[in-house]
Nanobody, 120 residues
Framework: QVQLVESGGGLVQPGGSLRLSCAAS????????MSWYRQAPGKERELVAG????????NYADSVKGRFTISRDNAKKTVYLQMNSLKLDDTAVYYC?????????????WGQGTQVTVSS
C-alpha cells in the first residue's frame, strides 16, 4: 500500500523557519521523483520544489528560490523541505507527491498534506 505522510507543519512568524518531512512506504522510493506542492485558500495547487530520483537535481518555483531547499534520503525513504525566511504568502497546505520514473508500480501518489501558517 503506497503511503506518503507529511509532517513538520505548524504556525511560524514571518522570517521564521520550518522543515517539512514526507515519509514514504509501500513502494520503491528510489524509483520516484519527489515534489512538494502547496495550496492556499482559494488558489490552485502549485509546484513548490521537485527533486530527481537520486537527488542529483532539483527545481524550485521562483517564489521560493533562495529560501526553500528540497532534499531526500533514499535510505530513510524521506523527502524534506527546509523553508527559511518564511513570508505570509507561504501560508498553505503543503503536499508531497511521488512520481514514478523507473521500474513499476503506481504512476503517482499524494500525501494528505500538512498545514503551514505564517502569521505574526
Amino acid at each position: 500500500q503506497v503511503q506518503l505522510v507529511e509532517s513538520g507543519g505548524g504556525l511560524v512568524q514571518p522570517g521564521g523557519s520550518l522543515r517539512l518531512s514526507c515519509a514514504a512506504s509501500g513502494f520503491t522510493f528510489s524509483w520516484y521523483a519527489m515534489s512538494w506542492y502547496r495550496q492556499a485558500p482559494g488558489k490552485e495547487r502549485e509546484l513548490v520544489a521537485g527533486i530527481t530520483t537520486t537527488g542529483g537535481s532539483s527545481n524550485y518555483a521562483d517564489s521560493v528560490k533562495g529560501r526553500f531547499t528540497i532534499s531526500r534520503d533514499n535510505a530513510k525513504k524521506t523527502v524534506y523541505l527546509q523553508m527559511n525566511s518564511l513570508k505570509l504568502d507561504d501560508t498553505a497546505v503543503y503536499y508531497c507527491k511521488a512520481e514514478r520514473k523507473n521500474g513499476f508500480g503506481p504512476r503517482e501518489s499524494w500525501g494528505q498534506g500538512t498545514q503551514v501558517t505564517v502569521s505574526s
